[in-house]
């Protein structure tokens, strides 16, 4: 037909599940504002290095004033090495060279750094040079020693790295060498060495092997532990000069040896010497002063008995030297010109008892060994 029809609508309520609503986002906070306040904290303290320090923590060991010249820096060997032994430079210019030790006189001194340039060249020619040792408890093996050698001239490195040089080639460098004092408490030894003269001419006493005995200048009961003229358990003087000729060249070197609680000093005199116009010459240019201190089983050399027994030494023993010697109070002057008197200085301590006279008669059966110069070095010598 022409319509349909629709019925039955109704209305009904619908039930609906709410819609989960999204969480807020948390919104960034903007940054707490903190109020600054001034805090003292106190630095923790780092130890500046010493004023004279240098590379891997170098240091020079000090200065001192010598009258008649002026200020000399100590330069130690061993800064090449990974351990060197100690040189002290005590306030008032007292020197204590410890066991292994050697260092030179210096205009200045460089931490870690060696110059030839640098080390003083004392013109001694013509002049003298006074200072005070105390080499108690440095026995038989002990080699306490005070010389010069032309280092200042040296510009080689050597194989030391220090441009050490001497008259035994010790660091692969020869040169002039004069040892003023090769020593401990029971002999002296005083030598001249030109370049090449190994052996040298000496003076003093104490040493020997087969065949030869060493200087007798003076005997155990003038030197030595307890002795009338140089007691060696005490401190002593030394004095040096090069007298000249009328020309103005060497003639001798002269070496006095006093102690002011005796009265007969103890002369040494070289003359005559083949190589005095060398060491003129080198004197003359200027001379490095050196102090060592080094031990050896070997040392009869400069203190066994000889052949003639009036040594002091029977046999040598490195172990049981003092840890180190004094050697303090040098001036230089004029020859007939006055030293200031000796500083006083009290003992030396020392890991080792004073030491007793040697006995009067001692005649060892040892074979005399290669001479040693310095540690770790031979060189074939019969006299020092």
Same mark, same amino acid.
């Given at each position: 037909?022409?319509?349909?029809?629709?019925?039955?609508?109704?209305?009904?309520?619908?039930?609906? &599940?709410?819609?989960?609503?999204?969480? +807020?986002?948390?919104?960034?906070?903007?940054?707490?504002? /903190? !109020? @600054?306040?001034?805090?003292?904290?106190?630095?923790?303290?780092?130890?500046? +290095?010493?004023?004279?320090?240098?590379? !891997?923590?170098?240091?020079?060991?000090?200065?001192?004033?010598?009258?008649?010249?002026?200020?000399?820096?100590?330069?130690?060997?061993?800064?090449?090495?990974?351990?060197?032994?100690?040189?002290?430079?005590?306030?008032?210019?007292?020197?204590?060279?410890?066991?292994?030790?050697?260092?030179?006189?210096?205009?200045?001194?460089?931490?870690?750094?060696?110059?030839?340039?640098?080390?003083?060249?004392?013109?001694?020619?013509?002049?003298?040079?006074?200072?005070?040792?105390?080499? $108690?408890?440095?026995?038989?093996?002990?080699? =306490?020693?005070?010389?010069?050698?032309?280092?200042?001239?040296?510009?080689?490195?050597?194989?030391?790295?220090?441009?050490?040089?001497?008259?035994?080639?010790?660091?692969?460098?020869?040169?002039?060498?004069?040892?003023?004092?090769?020593?401990?408490? /029971?002999?002296?030894?005083?030598?001249?060495?030109? =370049?090449?003269?190994?052996?040298?001419?000496?003076?003093?006493?104490?040493?020997?092997? +087969?065949?030869?005995?060493?200087?007798?200048?003076?005997?155990?009961? &003038?030197?030595?532990?307890?002795?009338?003229?140089?007691?060696?358990?005490?401190?002593?003087?030394?004095?040096?000069?090069?007298?000249?000729?009328?020309?103005?060249?060497?003639?001798?070197? &002269?070496?006095?040896?006093?102690?002011?609680?005796?009265?007969?000093?103890?002369?040494?005199?070289?003359?005559?010497?083949?190589?005095?116009?060398?060491? $003129?010459?080198?004197?003359? @240019?200027?001379?490095?002063?050196?102090?060592?201190?080094?031990?050896?089983?070997?040392?009869?050399?400069?203190?066994?008995?000889?052949?003639?027994?009036?040594?002091?030494?029977?046999?040598?023993?490195?172990?049981?030297?003092?840890?180190?010697?004094?050697?303090?109070?040098?001036?230089?002057?004029?020859?007939?010109?006055?030293?200031?008197?000796?500083?006083?200085?009290?003992? @030396?301590?020392?890991?080792?008892?004073? =030491?007793?006279?040697?006995?009067?008669?001692? @005649?060892?059966?040892?074979?005399?060994?290669?001479?040693?110069?310095?540690?770790?070095?031979?060189?074939?010598?019969?006299?020092?």
């Amino acid at each position: 037909g022409d319509s349909v029809t629709i019925s039955g609508f109704s209305l009904e309520a619908i039930s609906e &599940e709410p819609v989960a609503q999204p969480k +807020p986002v948390a919104m960034p906070q903007p940054p707490t504002k /903190f !109020a @600054l306040v001034a805090v003292s904290v106190e630095p923790v303290a780092t130890p500046a +290095p010493p004023a004279d320090a240098g590379p !891997a923590g170098t240091t020079c060991p000090g200065s001192f004033e010598m009258p008649g010249y002026g200020s000399v820096a100590i330069v130690p060997t061993g800064w090449a090495e990974t351990a060197m032994s100690a040189f002290e430079v005590l306030p008032g210019g007292e020197m204590r060279p410890t066991m292994g030790s050697r260092a030179y006189f210096a205009d200045v001194c460089t931490a870690g750094v060696y110059d030839h340039n640098q080390y003083v060249a004392l013109k001694l020619l013509g002049k003298k040079m006074r200072y005070s040792l105390d080499v $108690s408890g440095a026995g038989c093996g002990c080699n =306490a020693a005070f010389y010069l050698t032309s280092m200042r001239q040296n510009p080689h490195k050597s194989q030391c790295s220090d441009h050490y040089c001497d008259a035994n080639n010790v660091c692969g460098e020869s040169c002039a060498e004069i040892d003023i004092q090769e020593a401990n408490m /029971f002999a002296w030894h005083s030598t001249l060495h030109t =370049a090449q003269d190994h052996g040298g001419k000496p003076a003093g006493y104490g040493g020997g092997g +087969p065949g030869w005995s060493g200087p007798r200048d003076f005997g155990r009961g &003038e030197y030595g532990p307890g002795a009338k003229c140089i007691d060696t358990n005490k401190p002593f003087q030394v004095e040096v000069s090069f007298p000249v000729d009328a020309q103005g060249s060497l003639q001798a070197m &002269e070496v006095m040896l006093s102690q002011e609680v005796h009265y007969c000093p103890l002369k040494m005199r070289i003359d005559n010497y083949v190589g005095m116009g060398e060491l $003129s010459q080198a004197l003359e @240019l200027g001379m490095t002063p050196i102090v060592s201190y080094w031990s050896a089983d070997n040392m009869l050399w400069m203190d066994g008995a000889g052949v003639d027994g009036m040594g002091a030494c029977q046999t040598d023993s490195a172990k049981s030297c003092s840890d180190s010697v004094r050697i303090y109070d040098f001036a230089v002057g004029d020859i007939g010109s006055e030293f200031p008197p000796p500083a006083p200085s009290g003992p @030396l301590v020392t890991s080792a008892p004073p =030491a007793k006279p040697a006995p009067e008669s001692q @005649l060892p059966p040892w074979a005399m060994p290669d001479r040693v110069r310095d540690p770790g070095q031979a060189a074939p010598s019969d006299s020092s």
